[in-house]
């Protein structure tokens, strides 16, 4: 399917029938690939017992689709992307009007971010606010907010961490248990939720730092694992997998989101809305966020975040330094675990409700990804990255009208997680180094120039 | 001591699965450093085109003998993961090979995500389950030998000494170990290293798929996301026996499913899976490379 | 493992001696019974062939290996010592003042040329950032030692000839550049012995004459140095002291002169077997009186 294009400069007659050549591979290709999956279709009938029937016009379609896709791509597609690229080749020099723009993307999008909010009540009312406050606004920024915490562990450190969700479930869990068997607030537990996560960081970091690479991935895989099954099974206090209910909600300085006299609404004559609460929660974990992004950049100007970054580079060339490679990485494991926590217990104040459902690989691997897509080390990358793939997977839920052309069955959700992992082989396979691929370095003598993505290294512990 | 033996074989007939997966994280680990994290689902798919071949002979071709029913659905979904593996790689992780490290890695889970979720919505969320396929049992003792454990167990040896026969005994094999020492060497020497690792992935599947058959014949069900959890416990076995390494791979398998049965038996089955998941940081904390693997010498 | 200077055998001028060391591998002695000493203020360096334990020593000193035997003593200007053999490597360079340099260059090389003489002073600006809590409160006193850090790596790229590039990444760099680097990169650590691993392999000889001087200035001011070098021209110009190894062990030790005429020396290099050696020596000696002739 993948076939190489030669770099002849084919006539037009040879390109189409190059082209026609690799069409039927893939059509035959795609033809092996779904004959099982798409050309049958496996269920039950009324009295379950299983059945299987033929779907070949579907797989024709897809068939089809491949096939032409292809020939247009070899015809149309491909001299266009290389006549571009010989253009672009051409052209060196660069327009500073962009820089401009570059220059100043964060606090362009900082002010976007704070009025977003009045904005989205002013078009749509209160209630019609919510859907787009909660699943696009503060749906993303906790994304946001988990990709920069692990950031540090594998955009800084080079350390690959895949149980990272362990503490965003320790920092829930935190929030949870301790609100409802104790009563603490919102506001105690934020931090403690962190500390939690910061000191299992810890005791999870100590033993597994000293492995390498893969086995450090697949041992915090592991780690992660052990905390979701142990919350799972572990039932006396965290109720298994029927969860954690009705968690206090947050306050805003002791002013509750709720209909009594001295709620929020109440207090300030306002209509009931549910609207308030998500409002407020939306500028909390921007709050959140902009602490992260403010302690991870001067972190990185810091002696602890450069040999975060040296140790990425060469390990050995750190100790030969004088630097403790141990507590350099225990450092950078538990602060990002940190902000993990504090993401968590904002996650259970949102929901007012936790699960071990919440806290399964995937979502490790969702937020590795982000990293990794938005270019690692960079938080602007990474929020684009962030806004990109759950903005986009969200909006799907969106996209009702698609029924029209699919049939009254359709239903868009189930696609999004199909194109997200479509999305992440596209995105990797165009831009290896994500969106952002250079690094901005942390000090300067003279000029300050974005080191290249193709120094920089990936970190093998 | 009898309920001892009786969960060995219990434990020995689901290592063996592992062990099956296992083979296809090690090669592929060993041959390009790359934890193929859609492999898992690899064997999913596997389950899958053994599931809708039954089917499909089942309604067709009613009063095929078992024994051929279950060949031919080991074959195709041979054929059909073989071919899925070998576009994916071609598609997905060569364009990636010699780049960045993370960057193959993530396209593997995204592969996976996306393999999981295609057979969500082609073939339905739901468990499928399918009527029990061989259900004789022999007593021997107070021991309870389920006949399909002993096809596990027999066809799992049988392809791993093939399988080992290809690895050391032929010209193919040989082209693999060449690569997997040293890729730019073999390349200068005349092997063809990109069809080596295709064949890589190939053979990988091919065993996988088999385990997915097994697999589907033991439990008699399969369902969409039944490739996460088998496919983290074989790459743990992996990585217990040593990565890179096939005898470890087999041996790491055999020892999850016998933890896992055992503990099941005495302890309890809650926590099975934590034990599997404790032991591997335990091995990997005290011994990095596995219990086969071999030592890594830091090189300053 | 710091002890008074009183008990010790070795005199003040030395800063490292090393006795007895012995390093095994597996069946393989790569440092059998080694004692040398290395004198403050000099340049001491390590020749040998191919395969010696020249590497393996320097893996001694600077902590990555734990020898097998023997044992490895630092003496501070401060009269501190030193049992290196029992640290682990960052304390070696963080405590006992020994900074290295490697064979193959391990730059930091995605981290800018400056960034990387920065990272070299950790463990200064991690006290003076009160451990990172204070620097990230703002405090003064980490803003004043951060810009006395970059005059110090300004100083050191001026005098590796390196600040014109000091905002280019590392890994950009020429193969010479780099060495270099490596080196301003050990200096900032503010090391008492600088272990240098063939610092002139690949260099032109344009480079390796700069690399001279630099050394040379590194020496008048105080550090003293142990190289591994393969370059003889670089070793006989520089060096003050030279320590001959062969299969792990120590067959000459002098000045480089005495080392230049040491038959055993002679032999080693030209690979020759013991009963040859004299025929080596009688042949040095007559070429030699027949120049002078």
């Known amino acids: ?461 | ?300 | 493992m710091i002890m008074k200077v009183s008990d010790s055998m070795t005199s003040p001028e030395d800063i490292l001696s090393v006795e007895h060391l012995s390093m095994r591998f597996g069946g393989l002695m790569a440092i059998n019974d080694l004692s040398f000493t290395a004198r403050r203020g000099e340049i001491t360096a390590l020749i040998g062939p191919n395969g010696a334990g020249k590497t393996t020593v320097f893996n001694c000193i600077t902590g990555f290996y734990k020898p097998t035997m023997g044992m490895i003593r630092m003496t501070r200007q401060n009269g501190e010592e030193h049992l290196l053999e029992r640290l682990p490597d960052f304390i070696i360079t963080r405590d006992a003042k020994v900074a290295r340099t490697f064979q193959n260059i391990r730059l930091f090389s995605g981290l800018t040329v400056l960034e990387n003489l920065l990272v070299a002073q950790h463990n200064k600006l991690m006290r003076a950032s009160g451990y990172t809590l204070l620097g990230l409160l703002g405090s003064p006193i980490y803003k004043r030692e951060a810009k006395k850090a970059i005059e110090k790596a300004a100083h050191w790229l001026e005098r590796a000839d390196l600040l014109d590039r000091a905002d280019d990444p590392a890994g950009d760099l020429s193969y010479g550049a780099q060495r270099r680097l490596e080196i301003a990169r050990a200096m900032c650590t503010d090391p008492e012995l600088l272990c240098l691993d063939e610092p002139a392999a690949g260099l032109n000889p344009k480079e390796s004459l700069a690399l001279n001087t630099l050394l040379r200035s590194i020496r008048d001011e105080g550090t003293s140095l142990l190289l591994i070098e393969h370059d003889m021209s670089v070793v006989m110009e520089i060096s003050d002291h030279v320590v001959v190894l062969e299969y792990g062990q120590k067959i000459s030790d002098g000045t480089p002169e005495h080392v230049k005429n040491d038959p055993k020396v002679i032999a080693a290099y030209l690979g020759v077997d013991d009963d040859e050696v004299d025929e080596a020596i009688s042949e040095v000696e007559s070429l030699d009186g027949g120049q002078g002739a």
Not at chain 1, 290 to 295: D, G, H, P, Q, W
Not at chain 2, 89 to 106: C, K
């Open chain 1, 1 to 461: 399917m993948a076939n190489t294009v030669l770099d002849t400069p084919a006539t037009e007659g040879s390109l189409v029938g190059k082209a026609i050549k690799e069409a039927l591979f893939t059509g035959v290709m795609t033809l092996g690939l779904f004959l099982l999956y798409i050309g049958f279709r496996t269920d039950q009938d009324i009295s379950n017992t299983p059945i299987v029937y033929g779907r070949p016009g579907l797989l024709a379609i897809f068939v089809a689709i491949a096939a032409v896709g292809r020939f247009l791509m070899v015809v149309f597609v491909q001299p266009l992307l290389k006549a571009r690229k010989e253009a672009k080749a051409a052209a060196v020099v660069q327009d500073r009007e962009a820089t401009f723009f570059k220059k100043h993307i964060l606090k362009f999008a900082l002010v976007a971010l704070i009025f977003y909010p009045p904005v989205i009540v002013s078009l749509y009312g209160f209630q019609g606010s919510l859907k787009f406050v909660d699943n696009f606004g503060i749906q993303i920024l906790i994304y946001v907010m988990l990709a920069w915490g692990l950031n540090i562990v594998v955009g800084l450190a080079g350390l690959l961490d895949l149980g990272y969700v362990a503490f965003y479930a320790v920092g829930a869990y935190s929030y949870a248990l301790l609100s409802s068997y104790y009563g603490l607030s919102f506001w105690v537990l934020l931090p403690i939720s962190g500390i939690l996560a910061a000191f299992w960081g810890m005791i999870l970091g100590f033993p597994v730092l000293r492995l390498r690479g893969d086995y450090l991935a697949i041992v915090t895989l592991a780690f992660g694992e052990i905390i979701r099954l142990v919350l799972i099974n572990w039932t006396d206090v965290t109720k298994g997998t029927f969860g954690v209910s009705s968690i206090p909600k947050a306050t805003l300085f002791g002013i509750p989101f709720d209909a009594s006299p001295n709620g929020f609404a109440k207090m300030f004559g306002l209509p009931m809305s549910s609207a308030y609460y998500k409002i407020f929660l939306f500028y909390l974990i921007l709050v959140l966020c902009l602490i992260t992004a403010y302690v991870t950049i001067r972190l990185r100007r810091m002696p602890v975040g450069r040999a975060w970054e040296a140790l990425r580079e060469d390990e050995i060339a750190c100790r030969s330094l004088g630097i403790n490679t141990v507590t350099t990485k225990l450092t950078a494991f538990s602060i990002g675990a940190m902000f993990g926590g504090f993401a968590g217990s904002f996650f259970a104040a949102r929901q007012g409700f936790v699960s071990p459902e919440s806290f399964v690989f995937m979502e490790s691997a969702v937020i590795l990804a982000i990293v990794v897509l938005g270019g690692m080390g960079s938080l602007t990358g990474i929020a684009v990255a962030a806004i990109v793939m759950t903005g986009g997977t969200e909006l799907l839920r969106e996209m009702e009208f698609l029924k029209h052309f699919f049939g009254p069955d359709f239903t868009p959700e189930l696609y999004r997680m199909l194109l997200f992992g479509l999305a992440m082989v596209v995105v990797m396979i165009l831009k290896p180094r994500g969106f952002v691929g250079s690094r901005e370095p942390s000090a300067f003598l003279r000029e300050k120039k974005a080191v290249s993505g193709s120094f920089t290294k990936e970190g093998h512990g």
């Open chain 2, 1 to 300: 001591m009898d309920y001892f033996i009786q969960q060995l074989v219990n434990g020995l007939t689901l290592g063996s699965i592992y062990g099956l997966i296992a083979i296809g994280y090690t090669m592929v680990y060993g041959i390009i450093g790359m934890i193929n994290f859609a492999h898992g689902d690899i064997f999913m798919l596997g389950g899958f085109a053994a599931l809708i071949v039954f089917l499909l002979l089942a309604t067709y071709i009613a009063g095929i003998p078992v024994a051929l029913a279950i060949l031919i659905m080991m074959v195709v979904a041979m054929l059909m993961t073989s071919l899925w593996n070998w576009s994916i790689e071609r598609i997905a992780y060569r364009p990636l090979r010699g780049s960045f490290r993370l960057a193959p890695l993530i396209t593997a889970i995204g592969m996976s995500i996306t393999l999981s979720n295609f057979i969500q919505v082609s073939q339905g969320p739901r468990n499928k389950p399918i009527p029990p396929m061989i259900t004789e049992v022999y007593h021997i003792g107070n021991i309870t030998v389920q006949l399909k454990q002993i096809v596990i167990i027999i066809v799992t040896a049988v392809l791993l000494s093939i399988f080992w026969y290809i690895v050391h005994k032929t010209p193919l094999g040989r082209a693999q170990r060449a690569t997997e020492q040293d890729r730019k060497m073999a390349a200068l020497l005349g092997v063809d290293v990109d069809r080596t690792i295709s064949v890589t992935f190939v053979m990988g599947a091919a065993l996988a798929s088999v385990a997915g058959t097994m697999y589907l014949m033991y439990y008699g069900v399969v369902a969409f996301n039944d490739g996460f959890i088998p496919g983290v416990k074989a790459f743990t076995a992996a990585v217990l026996g040593g990565i890179g390494s096939l005898p470890g791979a087999v041996l790491g398998g055999l020892l999850i499913g016998l933890i896992e049965a055992l503990w099941s038996a005495y302890f309890t089955i809650d926590y099975k899976d934590v034990a599997t998941f404790g032991l591997l940081a335990f091995v990997l904390i005290f011994k990095p490379t596995g219990i086969l693997g071999r030592p890594e010498v830091e090189k300053v």
